[in-house]
């Protein structure tokens, strides 16, 4: 079994930052591309920012300029540092990954609560 760890939200400021982390473990022999989505309350799940094994990454356009993914592939880490926060970014994040062990999986994080507000 694989599992996803996310860690790091909580409550900030608008135009502070925080920094999301998500961490693989199990019986992982590769891990490809990784994932943050985010879900606002009524809204649906969408995709923030992912990364490749090699370091290829995708921005959502409303997080462009602010927000960056980078990733450990030695700890099978995703982090999501995130600046100048509005209240727009408030949401659950969640961390999604895929990759193989002995089969291919595909899993999804708990997810993490971020609240923007004064």
């Known amino acids: 079994q694989v599992q996803l760890v996310e860690s790091g939200g909580g409550l900030v400021q608008p135009g502070g930052s925080l920094r999301l982390s998500c961490v693989a473990s199990g019986n992982i022999f590769s891990v490809n591309t990784m994932y943050w989505y985010r879900q606002a309350p009524g809204k649906e799940r969408d995709l923030v920012a992912d990364i490749t094994s090699g370091g290829v990454t995708n921005y959502a356009d409303s997080v462009k300029g602010r927000f960056t993914i980078s990733r450990d592939n030695a700890k099978n880490a995703v982090y999501l540092q995130m600046d100048s926060l509005t209240p727009e970014d408030t949401a659950v994040y969640y961390c999604?990954?895929?990759?193989?062990?002995?089969?291919?999986?595909?899993?999804w994080g708990q997810g993490t609560q971020v609240t923007v507000s004064s």
């Open positions: 999604f990954a895929e990759g193989y062990s002995a089969y291919r999986w595909r899993v």
